[in-house]
């Protein structure tokens, strides 16, 4: 079976960190762009961020540039995000996702092919 497990959030203080990962099931992520999505309470779903199948190239939404980086370990299959510096605003349900491609990712929600359950950030004091 195909699947995409999100780990790692939790609560933490304005100001904290963590570390996010994204480990795929039944399948390689080598050919896979992934990207990381988030919802926040009442609002749709915004892309954060993805990074493409090499990691020869990553991107950012501007609301977390030089706050998040996002990484890939493809030997253990595992996609991470780290968040350093949080705000109440970065609250959310953070989503993995994979899409079947060349050497890119997009922030395009319907590009992604897979998509895991969600792991829940809750940014406060």
């Known amino acids: 079976q195909l699947q995409l497990v999100e780990s790692g959030g939790g609560l ?9 990962s994204c480990a ?3 399948f390689t992520l080598d050919y896979y762009g992934m990207g990381w999505f988030r919802r926040a309470p009442g609002k749709e779903r915004e892309w954060v961020s993805c990074i493409s199948s090499s990691a020869a190239n ?6 977390v540039k030089g706050r998040f980086t996002i990484s890939r370990d493809n030997a253990k299959n595992t996609v991470y995000l780290q968040m350093i510096s949080l ?3 970065d609250t959310a349900v ?11 990712c997009t922030p395009g929600i ?4 897979y998509w895991g359950q969600g792991t829940q950030v809750t940014v406060s004091s």
């Open 12 to 20: 933490v203080q304005p100001g904290g960190s963590l570390r996010l």
């Open 110 to 113: 319907y590009e992604y092919d």
């Open 87 to 89: 705000k109440p605003e």
């Open 94 to 104: 953070y989503y993995c996702a994979a899409m079947y491609t060349g050497d890119v």
């Open 58 to 63: 990553t991107y950012y939404a501007d609301s």
């Open 24 to 26: 795929a099931h039944g």
